[in-house]
Structure formats: C-alpha cells, structure tokens
C-alpha cells in the first residue's frame, strides 16, 4: 500500500452503529445476569439490573469504551428508547382493562393523578427540586416504575442522571413492597377480599414484576387481579404523556422570549401514539400469540439496551447533587402509595 495514502478513518454512521452494537451486547450479558436465580427471586426485571450494570461501567471502565461510540450510547438511551416504548402497547389490551371493571380503573386514575400531582408539589416546593427530577420520579411512582421514567424522560428532555436517581427510587421502594405487601396481608392488616386485594396491589406497587412479586406470595387469584389493574395504569401513560406534552407548550409559549416562542412547538411524544395504537392491535387479536410473544422479548430486550445505556452517561457526581431529597420524596410516594391507596381503595369497593 502506498504509504502516502491517507488511511481511511471510521465514519459517523460506524462509530454510531458500533456503539449500538457495544450496548446490545452488553444488555444481552444484563439479560442473563438478571434470569440468574438469586436475582429474579428479587423481582429486579431486566431494566433495573440494565441502569446499575451501566452506571457501574459508565462510571469506573468508560475509558475502554471509544469515545466515538458515544453517539450510539445516546441513540440508545433517545431513539432506541421512544421505539421500545411505543412496542410496549403489546403488553396491554382493552379486554384487560374491561376485566377489571370501574372499580379497578377508578383506583388507577385517582392513584396515577394523585401520586403526580403530590410528587410535583412536594417535591418543587417542599424539596426544592428541580421540574424534571420531580416529575420523573414521582412519573416512577404513579405509573410503571422504570418503563415511566423511560417514557418521560424524551418528553421532558431531562439529563440521563435524573432518570437514574428516579430509578433508584423505584428499586428501593418497588423492592420493599414485595416483601411488606405479602406480610401487611398475612398479619391481617390488608382485610381485603381477592378482588380488592388485587386492585390494591396493582394500583399501588411500582414496576410489573414487582406486582407480581408481591401477588404471588398471597395467591394465583389476587396475582391476577393485581397483574390487570397494573396494565390499566400502564395504559394511563399514554394520556398523561400527552397531557404533560400540551402543558410543556403552554408554558414554552407563555414565556416573554420570542425566540422560545418560535421554538414552541407541539411536544407530543408520537411514542406515545403508537403505544396505544399497539394496544388496540393487541386487543383486535389479529397478531399471531407467537409473533406478540417475540416482539414482547425483542421490545424488553430494547428497553434493556435503553436504561443500560442512561446507565453509562449517568455520573454518580451527578446522582450525589440530587442527594436524600430524592429519596425523601420517594418515601413520600410511598406513603402515599400505602396509605392513600389503602383509602381509595377502601371508597371505590
């Protein structure tokens, strides 16, 4: 070779795929870690122990990382992200929802409006944090635990270490209610029939298989119920998203500045869209079981590529800045969560 010929140099688009690549396989390495026995008894899904691989690699190995490949991390954790996302419909139906009847969707409703609302104020005017870090975790709380903070954060636009301190409160709090749901109800705390027990523990737990987690140490019926009225609330992200888009543009174009006007426009997570368009798929049963099944896997498989990669541009420096507040609104959720949803429950049997 003709040594004064410039040796070719890796394009954007290669740099981008190869850092794609390095996530998948990394989130194919979480995928195993987490069906590991020890670690599935603690109900951790893929997407928890996804974020916590990739903080640990983000923050102590990133320099084995090319720096180039950045631009496929960060398509990961935004493009990637509002794809999976939107895959997500597959997992709920309008028969799910109808089954579960006006009392399950009720508790749903008031549980998803309450936790938000409470979570918006504690945690801005009581804690003094920021927008995004409030509404991502109080959005983990209400709704669907990390797939919440997921969905939220393109929508808000927020920095990847806000989603992981919102996480981190989903683990802690979504752990400690496996474990307490099954004894409250055992000590005969929880006097609950099979129906309402169900819809208590699906209205109030965070993530999915923690749901399932508690349920499942009481009884098949109450897993169920419990199991369903989770799904309704997973359902009730695609109104609250667009409802915080609409809210994000009002207050872009109440701003004085013109030039923020002139950027205003509509942000209406399309994600969104397709995530109920999906679900209504999902309903009219025209896909094959087997073909849903797979794209279930493939589409937690890209959620587990997505919080893997929020996880390696996630700096604990970062995290440390939120400090206890994060957590102390957490615990206010949770709160909220038990005893509150202990009421609505209790109004709405």
């Known amino acids: 070779m003709d040594a004064s010929l410039p040796l070719p140099t890796p394009t954007p688009w290669r740099d981008?795929?190869?850092?794609?690549?390095?996530?998948?396989?990394?989130?194919?390495?979480?995928?195993?870690?987490?069906?590991?026995?020890?670690?599935?008894?603690?109900?951790?899904?893929?997407?928890?122990?996804?974020?916590?691989?990739?903080?640990?690699?983000?923050n102590f190995l990133r320099g084995t990382m090319p720096a180039e490949w950045g631009a496929g991390v960060n398509f990961t954790a935004r493009r990637l992200l509002r794809i999976a996302v939107a895959f997500y419909g597959l997992n709920i139906s309008i028969q799910q929802i109808v089954a579960v009847g006006l009392p399950g969707l009720a508790v749903s409703v008031a549980v998803v409006l309450g936790t938000l609302a409470i979570g918006a104020f504690v945690g801005q005017r009581l804690l003094g944090l920021d927008r995004d870090t409030a509404l991502l975790t109080s959005a983990g709380s209400a709704i669907c635990g990390a797939a919440a903070v997921l969905a939220f954060e393109p929508t808000l636009r927020a920095a990847p270490h806000k989603s992981a301190v919102a996480v981190a409160t989903v683990v802690l709090f979504g752990t400690l209610s496996m474990f307490l749901y099954p004894v409250f109800y055992h000590a005969g705390w929880l006097p609950f029939d099979t129906q309402a027990l169900g819809i208590y523990i699906g209205g109030t737990v965070h993530e999915v298989a923690q749901v399932v987690g508690a349920a499942s140490n009481i009884d098949p019926a109450t897993t169920e119920v419990a199991t369903i009225v989770k799904m309704t609330r997973v359902a009730l992200l695609v109104p609250v998203l667009l409802a915080l888009g609409l809210w994000l543009r009002s207050r872009s174009s109440g701003e004085a500045d013109g030039e923020s006007r002139g950027k205003g426009k509509l942000p209406i997570p399309w994600f969104a869209i397709g995530f109920l368009a999906l679900a209504i798929v999902n309903s009219l049963n025209v896909l094959p079981p087997d073909a849903v099944t797979a794209i279930r896997k493939l589409d937690i498989f890209a959620l587990t590529m997505a919080m893997t990669a929020l996880g390696i541009e996630t700096r604990f420096a970062q995290i440390r800045k939120a400090g206890p507040r994060v957590l102390a609104l957490g615990a206010v959720l949770y709160a909220w969560l038990l005893f509150g949803g202990y009421a609505i429950v209790k109004m709405a049997a």
């Open 16 to 58: 981008k795929l190869n850092g794609v690549l390095f996530v998948a396989l990394m989130a194919g390495a979480v995928v195993q870690l987490a069906d590991l026995p020890a670690i599935r008894s603690l109900g951790f899904s893929p997407l928890v122990v996804g974020i916590v691989c990739g903080m640990l690699y983000g």
